[in-house]
């Protein structure tokens, strides 16, 4: 899996339980594509300090993704969601109803 999609899927996931340094500094680098040293300027502090920070959150994001499963369920969801789509395009139903099926399953699984 892409590191900056699986990242943001962290963040997006738990962000909320970092400190507002830790979101700021990862949302930036991760989400925005800021450079470390953009960011080290932003916070008035070196580019090696923003590089742990962000080293630190990520290892914090990973180990309660490790506790919770939280992006690997939304994953797993993603693709059933897929696999029933492209079932449900098969089937000799009309447009919008195979529309309106999808925005429903959507709602349940994502």
Known sequence: MEDIYYNTLLYD???DLLTDKQKD????HYLE???LNEIAYEHGCTKQAVHTIIKRTKKILTD????????KKHIDNKKKLEDISLKL????????EK????SRLKEMFL
């Open 13 to 15: 996931l738990y962000g």
């Open 25 to 28: 500094i990862f949302r930036k």
């Open 33 to 35: 594509d800021a450079s």
């Open 64 to 71: 309660y993704e490790d506790r919770l499963y939280l992006v």
């Open 89 to 96: 395009s098969e089937l000799p139903i009309g447009e919008e």
């Open 99 to 102: 529309a309106y099926l999808i």
